[in-house]
């Protein structure tokens, strides 16, 4: 058992170390939760250039530099699993919103007359009406009136022979209205208006 966990865990009694060595241990707090993890061979050196940031190759061989044991893929695989949950939720925010955005822009086709309020809350209309200027030949305001407007915000132009909107510039524009929407609500909660 290495050193690092005889003292975090309290299994062991702690006596005289025997043919001891140097370790690096990395201790995290993912959700107020206390973790030491002894690294592997090379993997402190490892850490510390990429949190310096060095591009992975470059982090590699001062960890190969440190240490011509270190395993690339088994410290990968270590950190990868140590924040595992983190990670599984944090993809799972992004599919969630990257449906979202996809379903949107496949929304501006297919049903670009509905009703804005099929897609967007009513906090986000208004702050669309509010931050985009209407375009002077705009007329109804429908779906796709509204989807122009999130990309607008994303960068598209919206000239008149420009395509429809695609994924990237709404995932931008969508981005930016929900900055723009948390600002509001905290402002709304500051000022008391």
Request: some cysteine; charged content about 20%; glycine content about 10%.
């Amino acid at each position: 058992m290495p050193i690092c966990q005889r003292r975090v865990s309290g299994e062991q009694e702690l006596t005289a170390i025997e043919n001891w060595r140097g370790e690096d241990a990395l201790v995290a707090r993912p959700c107020l939760e206390v973790q030491v993890r002894t690294l592997p061979q090379g993997g402190a050196a490892f850490l510390l250039a990429l949190a310096a940031g060095r591009p992975l190759g470059e982090a590699a061989a001062a960890a190969l530099e440190d240490n011509p044991e270190f395993d690339l893929a088994g410290n990968l695989a270590g950190l990868i699993g140590s924040a595992s949950q983190r990670l599984t939720n944090l993809i799972s925010v992004f599919c969630i919103l990257s449906w979202r955005v996809f379903w949107m822009t496949m929304l501006n086709g297919s049903a670009s007359g509905a009703m804005p309020i099929l897609a967007l809350t009513a906090t986000e209309i208004a702050l669309l009406d509010r931050l985009v200027n209407d375009k002077p030949q705009a007329r109804r305001k429908n779906l796709s009136h509204y989807l122009t407007k999130i990309a607008r915000l994303g960068g598209y132009l919206a000239r008149a022979n420009d395509p429809p909107p695609g994924n990237t510039v709404m995932w931008r524009g969508l981005s930016r209205l929900t900055d723009i929407a948390l600002g509001a609500m905290v402002g709304a909660e500051i000022v008391g208006n």
